[in-house]
């Protein structure tokens, strides 16, 4: 027994959050039917691939996405293919779908009517400003919804305010917040879909989901703590926090009130630079100068430190100090091994890789990762002639 035992969905997305969402449900044992178009998802067209393989399976993202799904095609845009997403629809619990707004009135679905015509489905559309928000229909992509939802203020942090923002981490933090948020919602949507047999819509905005990550002083601005300012400096953190290097790497670390200084001060040996600045420094006299004295010092220091030893000195001295990790250092981390938190997984074409699992772990019913992403229409014939069959009967 899985977590979503019984569940089945039918997934229409053509981009990474939808099929993110897909994923997190799916990896929990729901039956996620994904439909694709005769040339198949964009997904399937995005690097990194195998190899020197160009084919649609043989993107890694895409196989990273998709594990224990089932595949299909469809021709949405003929009559026979309407008709047969009509009948997967009439038997789900759930659809999935990221695309533009007014794309699923083209194939037969309108979101204001599912009510009515299917009063147990709950349909779940993610778009980039939500689907009835003025702004529906302005383009968008990840890069311009990360800074539409706040997050140019961070980056970077600490820098010249004149500079310009940079793009924020990976390619695709946007899409995998908002399918986290989908497949939250979807999940709480189920439950209360299992009592009182009704579903909903869930519209998710991508813009509304990254403010809603940003942190306490976006709520300080809205409650009125804070003057309501575009400048990228509101969200610095006072004092020395910053990426520094190590011998081996870079640490991030951050100090804000006397017992940090104090305990930074017994790991680094206990130095008397340290005892020529104000006992209440960080809360009463942090000014530029002192703060980028200290970030020398500290530098200094660091570079003859090893991160991840430093960092767990520091760490139980309560100092607020972590590594910037890489791929490997992820892989070998003793934490993520414990929490089993990376699984092998052999695909047909990207081959035998180590798969991240979801990012929450259950007691009684984890997730598993069963089997690799399908290859494009893999289970056509036997969902159709499913459905087929449940409508003849």
């Given at each position: 027994?899985t977590?979503?035992?019984?569940?089945?969905?039918?997934?229409?997305?053509?981009?990474?959050?939808?099929?993110?969402?897909?994923?997190?449900?799916?990896?929990f044992?729901?039956e996620v039917?994904?439909?694709?178009?005769?040339?198949?998802?964009?997904?399937?067209?995005?690097?990194?691939?195998?190899?020197n393989?160009?084919?649609?399976?043989?993107?890694?993202?895409?196989?990273?996405?998709?594990?224990?799904?089932?595949?299909?095609v469809?021709d949405l845009?003929s009559?026979?293919?309407?008709?047969?997403?009509?009948?997967?629809?009439?038997?789900?619990?759930?659809?999935i779908?990221?695309?533009?707004?007014g794309?699923?009135?083209?194939?037969?679905?309108?979101?204001?009517?599912?009510?009515a015509?299917?009063?147990?489905l709950?349909?779940c559309?993610?778009?980039?400003?939500?689907?009835?928000?003025?702004?529906?229909?302005?383009?968008?992509?990840?890069?311009?919804?990360?800074?539409?939802?706040?997050?140019?203020?961070?980056?970077?942090?600490?820098?010249?305010?004149?500079?310009p923002?940079?793009?924020?981490?990976?390619?695709f933090?946007?899409?995998?917040?908002?399918?986290?948020?989908?497949?939250?919602c979807?999940?709480?949507?189920?439950?209360?879909?299992?009592r009182?047999?009704?579903?909903?819509?869930?519209d998710?905005?991508?813009?509304?989901?990254m403010?809603?990550r940003?942190d306490y002083?976006?709520?300080q601005?809205?409650?009125?703590?804070?003057d309501?300012t575009e400048?990228?400096?509101?969200?610095d953190?006072?004092?020395?926090?910053s990426?520094?290097?190590?011998?081996?790497?870079?640490?991030?670390?951050?100090?804000?009130?006397?017992?940090?200084?104090?305990?930074?001060h017994?790991?680094?040996?206990?130095?008397?630079?340290m005892?020529e600045?104000?006992e209440?420094?960080?809360?009463?006299?942090?000014t530029?100068?002192?703060?980028?004295?200290?970030?020398?010092?500290?530098t200094?220091?660091?570079?003859?430190q090893?991160?991840?030893?430093?960092?767990?000195?520091g760490?139980?001295?309560?100092?607020?100090?972590?590594?910037?990790?890489?791929?490997?250092?992820?892989?070998?981390?003793?934490?993520?091994?414990?929490?089993?938190?990376?699984?092998?997984?052999?695909h047909?074409?990207?081959g035998?890789?180590?798969y991240?699992?979801v990012?929450?772990?259950?007691?009684?019913?984890?997730?598993?990762l069963?089997?690799?992403?399908?290859?494009?229409?893999q289970?056509s014939?036997a969902?159709?002639?499913?459905?087929?069959?449940?409508?003849?009967?």
């Amino acid at each position: 027994m899985t977590a979503l035992s019984n569940i089945r969905i039918v997934e229409l997305s053509g981009g990474v959050a939808g099929e993110y969402c897909g994923k997190l449900l799916s990896d929990f044992g729901a039956e996620v039917i994904k439909v694709e178009p005769p040339q198949g998802s964009p997904v399937r067209a995005l690097p990194p691939f195998a190899g020197n393989d160009r084919g649609p399976d043989a993107s890694a993202l895409f196989a990273y996405l998709n594990t224990n799904k089932r595949s299909i095609v469809l021709d949405l845009e003929s009559d026979g293919g309407r008709d047969a997403l009509a009948r997967l629809v009439a038997r789900a619990d759930v659809v999935i779908d990221d695309h533009a707004p007014g794309w699923l009135e083209t194939v037969g679905i309108n979101p204001d009517m599912v009510g009515a015509s299917h009063p147990g489905l709950t349909l779940c559309t993610i778009t980039p400003y939500g689907r009835t928000n003025a702004k529906a229909d302005v383009p968008a992509e990840d890069l311009t919804l990360f800074h539409a939802g706040g997050w140019g203020y961070h980056t970077p942090g600490g820098v010249d305010p004149a500079k310009p923002p940079l793009k924020g981490a990976g390619r695709f933090i946007v899409s995998y917040e908002a399918g986290m948020e989908a497949a939250l919602c979807v999940s709480a949507a189920l439950f209360d879909q299992h009592r009182s047999g009704h579903g909903r819509v869930i519209d998710i905005s991508k813009q509304r989901v990254m403010a809603s990550r940003l942190d306490y002083v976006l709520a300080q601005m809205l409650v009125g703590d804070m003057d309501v300012t575009e400048a990228r400096g509101a969200f610095d953190l006072g004092g020395p926090a910053s990426i520094m290097p190590c011998a081996d790497g870079f640490v991030y670390l951050w100090l804000s009130d006397t017992r940090m200084w104090w305990a930074m001060h017994d790991l680094m040996g206990k130095p008397d630079w340290m005892l020529e600045f104000p006992e209440d420094w960080l809360q009463k006299g942090c000014t530029p100068e002192r703060v980028a004295l200290s970030r020398q010092y500290f530098t200094q220091w660091l570079k003859t430190q090893n991160k991840h030893e430093v960092a767990a000195e520091g760490q139980k001295r309560g100092i607020m100090v972590v590594p910037i990790n890489t791929a490997p250092d992820l892989m070998d981390s003793p934490q993520y091994q414990f929490r089993q938190f990376f699984t092998e997984l052999d695909h047909p074409v990207v081959g035998s890789a180590s798969y991240p699992t979801v990012p929450y772990r259950f007691s009684a019913t984890p997730a598993v990762l069963a089997a690799p992403a399908p290859s494009l229409g893999q289970h056509s014939k036997a969902i159709l002639d499913s459905v087929t069959q449940g409508a003849a009967q």
